[in-house]
């Protein structure tokens, strides 16, 4: 069992930067490949970014490719999204993620954090 608790998200003004932090519980978070989802109002929950197992191979969707950085320290068990250059399109829940075999769809995802909202402003 995995518990992930996000935390950084908020208000910020478009162009600005935000960190989002995931810390998770047990001692198998390095078993796990981590990632980030977020859901819009109205939208379907979609893929943000993941980190293999090792914090090597990240991949990120289009949307946010060159102003996103995801990392992991397996020491803390703590999983990172850096978000640069935000824009109002960005705005969304933003839900941390655990799988054995993570990938882009929300099927592959065991555990869910509860969700930090990030609101950026035109």
């Known amino acids: 069992q995995v518990q992930l608790v996000e935390s950084g998200g908020g208000l910020v003004q478009a162009g600005g930067s935000l960190r989002l932090s995931c810390a998770a519980s047990?001692?198998?978070?390095?078993?796990?490949?981590m990632g980030w989802f977020r859901q819009a109002p109205g939208r379907e929950r979609e893929f943000v970014a993941r980190?293999?197992?090792?914090?090597?191979?990240?991949y990120y969707a289009d949307s946010v490719k060159g102003r996103f950085t995801i990392s992991r320290d397996n020491a803390k068990n703590t999983v990172y999204l850096q978000m640069n250059s935000l824009k109002p399109e960005d705005t969304a829940v933003y839900y941390c993620?655990?799988?054995?075999?993570?990938?882009?769809?929300?099927?592959?995802?065991?555990?869910w954090g509860q969700g930090t909202q990030v609101t950026v402003s035109s």
């Open positions: 993620a655990a799988g054995l075999w993570l990938a882009t769809m929300t099927q592959s995802v065991t555990y």
């Open positions: 980190i293999s197992r090792s914090g090597g191979s990240p």
């Open positions: 047990g001692r198998t978070f390095s078993s796990y490949g």
